[in-house]
């Protein structure tokens, strides 16, 4: 005689106890990568990149040492990872304001908070520092920095100050040419807040709000 199958099993669904394990894991798993990368912050941050060990990583993690390599190939993968996961989501914010049609001094205003509040004021910074230290000397860093973060913000600029050029917002075609020329204070900041921060604190909002006023040709304070 069959059995009479349960609603759950007729629907094709695990009743909920079946799925609560691997959901656990997954979990438990997403939770000891992120430890990982928030280790592995601390010591390239530390110790820079060629001198950090992933025996002072898993420490830091507070794993053994082998279960990086569960997540991670080697130590550069896990440099890399890092990067991602850090800056990815701000590159999102420049490449979707690069899509918003408001006017490019309101559209500056918010790349000014973007970039003081989401990068300088948070240790996204240390990463590219350890970028600006380390780049020379490993070219696969500097080259992956750039595929995967650098471009894809110049591209995002360079589509903004396009689009403030031919509206006749913005007066010097140099911009568009040399996107790096707004990023220059970012890496002012960053090196200066790295170097001097102690000696003389520098306010970095002011600065890139200088920087705006300089750039759209208008009186300080934001008028």
Known sequence: MPTKSSPASRSGKQP?????????????SAARRESILAGALEEFSARGFEAARLDDVAKRAGVAKGTIYLYFADKETLFQELVRSMLTPLIGHFETLATVDVPF??????????????????????????IISEGTRFPAIADFYYREVLSRVFAALQQILQRALDR??????????????????????????SLFEKQAPLDVRAMLQAHLDILLDRDGGGS
């Not at 000014?112 to 590219?128: M, N, P, Q």
């Not at 075609?173 to 040399?178: D, E, I, L, P, Q």
């Open 105 to 130: 001094p309101v559209l500056a205003e918010r790349l000014v908070g973007l970039v003081s509040h989401e990068l300088i004021a948070s240790r996204r910074k240390d990463i590219i520092r350890l």
């Open 168 to 193: 006749g917002e913005l007066r010097h075609r140099g911009f568009v040419a040399f996107p790096q020329l707004l990023g220059a204070p970012v890496l002012v900041a960053i090196v200066w807040t």
């Open 16 to 28: 909920a106890h079946a799925v609560k394990p691997r959901n656990a894991r997954d979990i438990r």
